[in-house]
């Protein structure tokens, strides 16, 4: 049972966008402006893609972008790719020791 | 360009220590604004944060509490890595294994991973 919840699978077609929600509690989402995302292609290394909930690293697509109201995080996907098929995973700062909590995964399905 | 490049064994027999190291490149384990970590994922469990270590004028480590007691993170700086030992393994640590760098500009922000290691516990 992770920490954070995502819905377990989303999909869209090419040149749609989707936006995937990312639900905590006051003590980690709600709490702090520090919400990743992050895409994970098969076999491959979660890739930062969003941090401190809506800001981009450098070399990522502006076609990605975050949000957040109360404690619940979202990150949208606009124009949606075939390249954009994948899992992301939603991860926050938390009060608890634990430090870093992670969502459970969503994965996308690009029709 | 930062790398981190992950060797250890991909099999460990239950109750012994799961050993991992995390070689880095165009960074320092001795930054003074870098935490370097340790997460796995696993379909069970997902992801999860297991500990870091991170240097600022002394060395300091962070542990998630449900590994606290097993877990030991070592900084090596003549070799610029750092490695992972998780003691008295179960069948429930077999996960794949990364590590991380957090740069310091925020909290829990992991710009660069390690390839990941499979690690099987399993007699």
């Known amino acids: 049972q992770s920490a954070l919840t995502q819905p377990a699978s989303m999909s869209g077609s090419p040149g749609q966008s989707i936006t995937i929600s990312c639900t905590g509690t006051s003590s980690d989402v709600g709490g702090y402006n520090y919400v990743s995302w992050y895409q994970q292609h098969p076999g491959k290394a979660p890739e930062l893609m969003i941090y401190d909930v809506n800001n981009r690293p450098s070399g990522v697509s502006n076609r990605f972008s975050g949000s957040k109201s109360g404690n619940t995080a979202s990150l949208t996907i606009s124009g949606l790719q075939t390249e954009d098929e994948a899992d992301y995973y939603c991860?926050?700062?938390?009060?608890?020791?634990?430090?870093?909590?992670f969502g459970g995964g969503t994965k996308v399905t690009v029709l | 360009q930062v790398q981190l490049q992950q060797s250890g064994p991909g099999l460990v027999k239950p109750s012994q220590t799961l050993s991992l190291t995390c070689a880095i490149s165009g960074d320092s384990v001795s930054s003074n604004t870098a935490a370097w970590n340790w997460i796995r994922q696993s379909p069970s469990r997902g992801l999860e944060w297991l500990g870091r270590?991170?240097?600022?004028?002394?060395?300091?480590?962070d542990f998630a509490p449900s590994v606290k007691s097993r877990i030991t993170i070592s900084p090596d700086t003549s070799k610029n890595q750092f490695s992972l030992q998780l003691n008295s393994v179960t069948p429930e640590d077999t996960a794949v294994y990364y590590c991380?760098?957090?740069?310091?500009?925020?909290?829990?922000?992991?710009?660069?991973w390690g390839q990941g290691t499979l690690v099987t516990v399993s007699s």
């Open positions: 991860s926050s700062y938390t009060s608890s020791s634990t430090l870093v909590v």
């Open positions: 991380a760098r957090d740069d310091g500009r925020s909290i829990g922000v992991f710009d660069y």
């Open positions: 270590t991170y240097y600022r004028a002394k060395w300091y480590n």
